[in-house]
Structure formats: structure tokens, C-alpha cells
């Protein structure tokens, strides 16, 4: 998995440089998300703009990690249309705020 980790005060960005995030990459991504568990701030911000594609193991490994920050805040930044739509038909953007910039998803926990 291609990717970016940004400490932005509280907030931690990760931000996903692939295309598709699938039933290869979720598996991969919860590992990831795992070993920053303990550097977290009180959000996680995923900045998927270069994603394009998203099925439901990768709505999964999100809502995965959702559970693991237990009390911690995740949003989404810059969603491609694709993975807006997966968000609400699955009603999972009631859980997970989506941000057009960085700077708005930090700008909620500030």
C-alpha cells in the first residue's frame, strides 16, 4: 500500500495514494492503521482523493478501524464521487464526516 502519514496537531492524515481500495489493499490497511494506533491524535483523518474505486472490503476496513479508535474521531477528505455514493447508500457517512480539504477536517477538531 502506497501511503502518507501527516501529524497535523491532533490530528493524524493518511493519506492513500492507490486507485482501488479493495479486497487486496483492506487487509494491508487495517495492519497499517494498527501499528499507528498508539500515535493517533483524537481524529483520523483518510485523505482519499486518489482513490477511485472502493468495494465493500474496503468500506469494511474502514469501519474496522472505526471501532478501533474507540472514542476517536475518523473522517474522510476529498472522496472521489464513487466512493461518496458507496458512503451514503451504505449510510456509513452518518458515522464518518467527509471534508472537501484537509484543512476542514482539522479545522473540526481544533
Known sequence: MRFEIIHRGQCTILQIKEARFDAKLAPVFRGEVEKLLDTVGTSLVLELSDV????????????????????KKISVVNPQRAVIELLKLTRMEKLINCYDSIEDAVATVA
Do not use: E, T
Open 52 to 71: 477511485r474505486f472502493m468495494d465493500s472490503s474496503g468500506l469494511g476496513a474502514i469501519m474496522g478501524v472505526y471501532k478501533m479508535l474507540k472514542g
